[in-house]
């Protein structure tokens, strides 16, 4: 069983940065697609930043140039660096991880894991 925490979240103003932190204990998931995503209130789950296996980062355009993914393996930790936040950033950030498989020639991830979230909260 995978268990997943994160971190690092708080209060800034806009314009602020931030990198969250992302834990992983009780197996293995290095193969695994990895993930960020974020919920605001009365609002649907976004996709924020994912990485497949295969090496690719994709980010919602919303958070392009803004925001970075990435990983330290022999920490089993995830890294998410926010720069340039603005208020419409604000959210509950959530990392996640699950197996990947193909699909009619598309991967496709199935995010079993998530953690409990941390809030991110932009002051205008």
């Known amino acids: 069983q995978l268990h997943l925490a994160e971190s690092g979240g708080g209060s800034v103003p806009s314009g602020g940065s931030l990198r969250l932190s992302c834990a992983a204990s009780?197996?293995?998931?290095?193969?695994?697609?990895k993930g960020w995503f974020r919920q605001a209130p009365g609002r649907e789950r976004e996709r924020v930043a994912v990485f497949n296996p295969y090496g690719s980062t994709t980010y919602a355009d919303s958070v392009k140039g803004r925001f970075t993914f990435s990983q330290d393996s022999a920490k089993n930790t995830l890294y998410l660096q926010m720069n340039s936040l603005k208020p419409e950033d604000t959210a509950m950030y959530f990392c996640?991880?699950?197996?990947?498989?193909?699909?009619?020639?598309?991967?496709?991830?199935?995010?079993?894991?998530w953690g409990q979230g941390t809030q991110v909260t932009v002051s205008s």
């Open positions: 996640a991880a699950g197996p990947g498989h193909f699909t009619g020639g598309s991967l496709t991830c199935d995010y079993d894991y």
């Open positions: 009780g197996d293995t998931y290095g193969t695994y697609c």
